[in-house]
């Protein structure tokens, strides 16, 4: 199972960024995904969850509404666009199978003016 994250940078406050997770290794279109994040000094937490046909989506609280979980199943690829960014967003974004204890590196997101 490997999973590369990417899109990640430094953004204002306000703005936007659309991020990617490559998928390989295991058959992507029958696994639900989701997106945890981990600022410095807390705790992995979960961001957003997809369903295997992408028709199923839940989103923590903080961020419902502003960030939006999908898949492309033909490009073994799962995306979070991210919209109205504010600093406290800022953290390393990974991408998981639940079915599979595998991480990616992740992707940095900074939001600073």
């Known amino acids: 199972v490997q999973l590369v994250e990417s899109g990640g940078g430094l953004v204002q406050p306000g703005g936007s960024l659309k991020l990617s997770c490559a998928a390989s290794?295991?058959?992507?279109?029958?696994?639900?995904m989701r997106w945890y994040r981990q600022a410095p000094g807390m705790e992995r937490e979960l961001v957003a969850h997809?369903?295997?046909?992408?028709?199923?989506?839940e989103y923590a609280g903080s961020v419902k509404g502003r960030f939006t979980i999908s898949r492309d199943n033909g490009e073994n690829t799962l995306y979070l666009q991210m919209k109205d960014l504010k600093p406290e967003d800022t953290a390393v974004y990974y991408c998981?199978?639940?079915?599979?204890?595998?991480w990616g590196p992740g992707t940095q997101v900074t939001v600073s003016s």
């Open positions: 997809i369903n295997a046909n992408g028709q199923i989506t």
């Open positions: 290794g295991f058959t992507f279109s029958i696994n639900a």
């Open positions: 998981t199978a639940i079915a599979f204890a595998a």
